[in-house]
């Protein structure tokens, strides 16, 4: 018996390293190209690990008036459409969770539906909306946008905690005279922490990480780092160094914003998966 369960952690454990091991090269490679120059970056994979470190690529960025700026917009975007998206959430999962009005279950609906529509099927009329309004490449409404986008799911994940959260503390604190502001500020919204934690984790990923809007919406002024990325792939060829190094930078703040949030995150999908 213990042979076997041995054998099964042992199995699970060298399943465990490979998919990781996948899951980290592209990581590691890229790394490593961002401390290589060009002639380096584009030598035979045999000659991978043949080269001299240097921070070049770096220092250029950190010198690139263009990249602090799109480093700033996209942190920008990031917490006004992450600060929306917790609002809206929060607000819309307690209304269908707790509310009884008409055209409830078609609501829910249609926010499914809007939540499975690709993005790339939204970008003309958004780009015709947003030139209409004469906000173009401003950070605002690619703020809007990616926030918007992400209110369906955020609402469905708040709605599944407030229908697991007992109702029966919400009815004694009406009773001991609170009134809805007070039973969401001090009873609710302590209770469903977790989820809001969650929401604000996923919806900060997606709107970091987004590059066709930002692409389409902005190219100056509210240029992101996704965007400043791409401009090193061009018709004459790909600047390794200078992209495998954005990408670093890119992908750096938002891996340790998850190690920061890590407890709080698998607080709140178990709590979830709980309910």
């Known amino acids: 018996m213990k042979t076997r369960r041995a054998l099964a952690n042992l199995l699970t454990h060298a399943t465990l390293i490979v998919a990781a ?30 080269f001299v470190p240097t921070v070049e690529n770096y220092i250029q960025l ?9 480093a700033g917009t996209s942190v920008l975007i990031t917490l006004v459409a992450t600060m929306i998206v917790v609002v809206a959430a929060t607000l819309g999962g307690y209304a269908f969770a707790r509310l009884r009005f008409a055209g409830r279950r078609t609501l829910a609906s249609v926010m499914v539906i809007v939540q499975v529509i690709p993005g790339v099927v939204l970008i003309v009329p958004l ?12 950070w605002w409404p690619i703020a809007l946008v990616l926030g918007g986008l992400s209110i369906p ?3 469905w994940l708040m709605l599944a905690f407030f229908r697991g959260s007992p109702i029966e503390i919400e009815e004694a604190a009406v009773v001991d005279g609170a009134n809805r502001f007070k039973l ?19 919806t900060a990923i997606a709107v970091w990480n987004s590059f066709l809007i930002p692409l389409v919406l902005g190219q100056t002024r509210a240029q992101t780092l996704t965007v400043f990325a791409a401009q090193f792939i061009t ?5 390794w160094g200078p ?12 891996v340790l914003f998850v190690l920061a ?15």
């Open 235 to 239: 018709f004459q060829g790909v600047n």
């Open 62 to 70: 950190f010198e690139s008036s263009v990249f602090i700026r799109a």
């Open 261 to 275: 949030m890590q407890r709080p995150l698998v607080r709140g999908l178990t709590a979830g998966s709980v309910k």
């Open 184 to 202: 969401f500020r001090y009873v609710l919204i302590p209770m469903v922490a977790p989820g809001i934690a969650t929401v604000a984790i996923f």
């Open 127 to 138: 780009f015709r909306m947003v030139s209409g309004l004469g906000a173009y490449d401003y």
């Open 243 to 254: 992209l495998s190094a954005a990408a670093v930078l890119i992908i750096a703040p938002i």
């Open 153 to 155: 799911f955020g609402t």
């Open 21 to 50: 091991f996948f899951a980290m090269f592209p990581l590691f490679w890229v790394l490593l190209t961002s401390f290589k120059n060009n002639r380096d970056a584009v030598a035979p994979a045999e000659r991978a690990f043949d």
